[in-house]
């Protein structure tokens, strides 16, 4: 496979699960904060945009329909709704004959739905319906490209993108409530179902552990469960398996380099309890983690797509 | 005169039709559509134009609309009605575009080495050197095989009598040919009787063609080359053909930032390392294939590409340089061409044209001026040009002093008339004027398959076929006997 088709899949997927994880923060959270007393609500307001690596300068303020109308339909906003849809889209252009008709063409309708939602809208009631459409077409387009494509090389990197960019948005989310989750700063119950709805994974939760919302627990859940597919863990296992199928790449030596990130993540994790992580400090382990998500992605950039010439000539 | 229902409106006279002659008889070539047409409801021939339509739209047969937001995609407009040729007319087109495409790559090969038929002063040394075509670096290059034009496109017209000229040669990257393999899958799916009836050549196989063509132009030494099709990119507006042909070949469609070369071979960037190429079908033109050799600016090109190329490392198709050869001016010369090459009278022959340095030819047309068309050879685009029917006395006289200052730079050409073939239109049947372009491949050797695009200027009256100004297409049926 050409290297900028890898490339372009892999950033497609990128896009789409930042996408996926704005709508899901939203609409997690608008609804708890119809509940929450005004300071929660600003608290609240500050953590999202901290989850989604502050795009917002909040230090002015920001009001509920504010947040809202940037993260959904501006442009300009880097991890907005319709930011990201475009970006996918321009991705999945460039390698529309690698993808299947019914991946393009769910995307394409995404984009023009997401397109047309405007300010008016949203002046006319909470985009509650909006983004379950949202994340509705977008769980349609994973359902597409899981059942109509060969799970081949192009596959893979579509794969390798969705999970990398879902360990680094759940580790950024965690690291937006350290504080509160090591009882260093004050958070009630209600925001922490709304965390554990950020990540789809309230019920889930629930049935591992009852409604005894505890925070170590939620960090258990998120960043060590090996069978949620929005836990860390669980992503890193995917990663581990989706690289050990790709190709030697440009370079034989750099793809060492590749699985010995992968493994060192996942085996970490692996093999990590909840207790040491917060005696070794919280925040310490997910700085890591965003870290690691970092060299994996620059590892298979070197390995795969911008390789030097000299030394990956073929013999 | 008047047809019979439902071609009533059906416009007969001025132009060569293609299904009735001018008693408004029915050619036999065209009985068993004739038939099925008498017999078909309209509402049913609506059915089917929908269905043909939305066909096209699904398969995502496209090209795309500069200047809009993003480049917006349109389907392009394909009649329901297939024109239809005779195998004897097909041979006597083939025979004729076999001839033509033989001399003008001896005559590429002559100015780019020796320059002989310059010497002889069979054609002006300063029409070619300074034709904006004509490329320098190319001079002493040996091409694999000698052949520089691989794939060629020429535009056919029929003039009132229904005799077949040339009206242009496009040896540089012509385009079209994705719509006449997707047009032929969707009409045999509409009119399959009919197909059958009437004993259609297949075109199916101008993918394996034009692979064996370009596999045939590798460098020497290469068994099995590795082939690859460079385009501009998704924005432009034939992408979707080249992804097309890409698929249909089996070929890796690649764009200049996938290609990078090193000592003088080039390599694509794939995942598991670079890879060598070696027939680079491009679908790029010479300006923007390599910044170093040519346009600066450009960012669609392969910096070093020009170089891998001289060297032999890689094959272009089509060889750089091979505007000079359809460029406007020279046009006229090609019968000369061919006979200076071949020693054979031009089997088509082109529109008329005057050169005007001629002497005769000058004072006929000068003599003629508002009945010509005149052209200044170095402009395109309709600069420089006299519409002898259209203009006034005063532009005609001014005319006539810039061509009696300049003769050199003009060539005429008598008011043109396209042939009409049934098309169908609003709900009902007219004609239509149109031309058609063969696709012409040179590898080994010479092949055309049978048919081509026959382009539709679908505005009533309107000469223009060109897709950007309301022309579609049709299926051509080249039959068999």
């Known amino acids: ?315 | 005169m008047t047809l019979k229902p439902p071609f009533q409106n059906y416009e007969l006279a001025g132009a060569f039709d293609e299904m009735f002659d001018a008693a408004g008889n029915v050619r036999p070539e065209y009985q068993h559509l004739h038939e099925l047409l008498l017999e078909l409801p309209a509402d049913e021939l609506r059915r089917l134009k929908h269905e043909s339509d939305s066909s096209f739209l699904n398969q995502g047969i496209t090209f795309t609309v500069y200047g809009r937001e993003e480049g917006t995609e349109r389907i392009f407009p394909h009649d329901l009605l297939p024109r239809i040729v005779t195998r004897q007319e097909w041979e006597h087109i083939e025979k004729g575009l076999k001839q033509r495409i033989t001399a003008l790559n001896l005559f590429l090969e002559d100015i780019y080495h020796d320059g002989r038929i310059l010497s002889e002063g069979v054609v002006p040394r300063e029409l070619v050197y300074t034709c904006k075509y004509f490329r320098r670096q190319m001079k002493e290059m040996q091409v694999p095989r000698g052949v520089y034009i691989c794939v060629t496109g020429t535009d056919l017209i029929r003039d009132v009598d229904g005799r077949w000229l040339v009206l242009e040669d496009n040896l540089r990257v012509p385009s079209g040919v994705s719509y006449m393999l997707t047009g032929r899958q969707v009409i045999k799916r509409i009119f399959p009787k009919v197909f059958r009836q009437s004993g259609v050549q297949p075109i199916e196989d101008y993918p394996q063609e034009l692979l064996a063509s370009l596999r045939a132009l590798a460098p020497d030494g290469k068994d099995d080359p590795t082939v690859v099709l460079l385009t501009p990119g998704v924005y432009n507006s034939a992408y979707f053909e080249h992804t097309y042909l890409a698929r249909q070949m089996g070929v890796e469609l690649v764009e200049g930032r996938d290609l990078t070369v090193h000592d003088n071979v080039v390599y694509m960037r794939t995942t598991a390392g670079l890879r060598r190429v070696d027939v680079i079908y491009r679908r790029v033109d010479d300006d923007f294939v390599d910044p170093i050799a040519f346009r600066r600016d450009s960012i669609l090109g392969v910096p070093g590409l020009f170089n891998a190329y001289r060297a032999g490392n890689v094959t272009l198709a089509n060889a750089i340089g091979t505007g000079i050869a359809d460029d406007k001016a020279l046009y006229a010369y090609v019968p000369r061409i061919i006979k200076y090459y071949l020693g054979e009278e031009p089997v088509l022959d082109n529109v008329d044209t005057h050169i005007l340095a001629d002497e005769p030819s000058r004072k006929y047309v000068l003599e003629n001026l508002s009945k010509m068309v005149v052209k200044a050879v170095g402009e395109s685009g309709g600069y420089g040009m006299l519409i002898g029917p259209h203009a006034s006395a005063k532009e005609i006289e001014e005319f006539r002093e810039k061509i009696l200052a300049d003769p050199r730079n003009y060539i005429a050409q008598p008011t043109l008339m396209l042939s009409r073939a049934p098309c169908f239109v609003d709900g009902a049947f007219d004609s239509r004027h149109v031309d058609l372009r063969p696709y012409i491949l040179y590898g080994e050797k010479i092949t055309i398959v049978p048919g081509g695009l026959t382009r539709v200027a679908l505005r009533k009256g309107s000469l223009v076929v060109n897709s950007s100004q309301g022309g579609g297409s049709k299926d051509t049926w080249v039959l068999e006997d």
Not at chain 1, 50 to 72: K, N
């Open chain 1, 1 to 315: 496979m050409l290297s900028r088709v890898a490339d372009s899949l892999y950033w497609m997927a990128r896009y789409l699960e930042r996408a996926e994880n704005t709508t899901r923060m939203i609409d997690a959270n608008i609804q708890t904060m119809l509940e929450l007393k005004p300071q929660a609500v600003e608290r609240q307001l500050r953590r999202i945009n901290r989850s989604l690596e502050s795009p917002l300068d909040v230090s002015g303020g920001i009001t509920v329909p504010e947040l809202e109308a940037a993260l959904i339909f501006d442009a300009r906003t880097p991890a907005s709704i319709i930011s990201c849809v475009m970006q996918a889209r321009e991705n999945a252009r460039q390698v529309r004959e690698q993808i299947s008709s019914e991946m393009w063409s769910g995307l394409n309708g995404l984009y023009h739905f997401v397109k047309q939602y405007d300010r008016e809208d949203l002046e006319q009631e909470l985009p509650l319906d909006f983004l379950s459409e949202v994340r509705r077409k977008i769980s349609l387009f994973k359902g597409e490209m899981d059942s109509t494509m060969s799970h081949g090389e192009e596959w893979r990197f579509l794969q390798i993108g969705r999970h990398l960019e879902r360990a680094e948005a759940m580790a950024s989310m965690l690291r937006a409530h350290c504080g509160e989750l090591c009882g260093e700063a004050e958070i009630d119950d209600l925001e922490l179902l709304a965390l554990l709805r950020s990540a789809n994974a309230f019920e889930a939760y629930l049935k591992r552990y009852t409604a005894a919302i505890e925070a170590g627990k939620i960090i258990e859940f998120l960043l060590l469960n090996g069978e949620h597919p929005y836990s860390v863990h669980y992503a890193a296992r995917r990663l581990e398996e989706d690289v050990a199928s790709l190709p030697e790449g440009g370079l034989r030596r750099k793809r060492t380099q590749v699985e010995r990130v992968v493994g060192r993540f996942a085996a970490t994790l692996a093999f990590s309890s909840v207790d040491e992580i917060l005696t070794g400090g919280l925040d310490a382990t997910l700085q890591s983690i965003e870290w690691q998500c970092g060299q994996l992605h620059a590892a298979l950039h070197d390995t795969y797509i911008d390789y030097p010439i000299e030394g990956s000539l073929p013999a």
